[in-house]
């Protein structure tokens, strides 16, 4: 519905304006981190307020038997998630050294491809239940908690320098948002709006090898 394009479209327009400040000011500090922070708990509160619409619910005390076991089985997810992103981080290291290659390419290869499938995962889940605002929902919160939450908590424990990989990987992120947003006000997202994504993200791959290689 129109709402939920508007939001949809406040949120791209916030992760790209976020995009271009970074590279303005070629990195993150301490006090730009703890603006980012700052933002995403504002983003977050909006979010919260606006509540969740449940329809068709007759029996509270089965929906809050429901709640309680999806809330075990996402602290455990979240734990899984935290726990591996330990061996995660000293493996992608690990091959950075070892093909003598900076760890930033591998950030924005294998590492981002890696903690984006559980996103990927959710999101294929959602439209083959016919739920597309989940799946569109799922990957601009992905990408706004990433630059707002991530970012800034990286920076208030050490403030961040873009390299050249960095750079232009902020560079792409931007040209697929201004891509992504002229999808959302037509409404359109045909197989063939999903190919040229997919085509814009090889690009993405093979020029960050060539960067890498430079």
Known sequence: NAKEVTK?????????????VILILNGVDLAFGVFLVIA???????IMREGIKIK??????????????????????????????HFITDAAISISRQLGIAQALIGATILAIGTTL??????????????????IGNALGSVITKLTLVLGIAAIINPIVLDVVSASTL???????LIFLYFVTRRVFRPLEGILLWSVYVFYIMAMLMIGTL
């Open 8 to 20: 949809a479209i406040d949120i791209i327009i916030v992760a790209t304006i976020i995009g271009v």
């Open 40 to 46: 995403f708990a504002a983003f977050s509160h909006s």
């Open 56 to 85: 068709g619910i007759k029996h509270r005390g089965h929906f809050s038997g429901l709640m309680s076991r999806y809330t075990i089985y996402m602290l455990i997810s979240v734990a899984v998630v935290v726990i591996s992103a």
């Open 118 to 135: 559980p996103e990927l995962s959710v999101s294929i889940a959602a439209v083959r239940r016919r739920n597309v605002e989940l799946a």
């Open 171 to 177: 560079t792409f992120m931007i040209l697929v948002n």
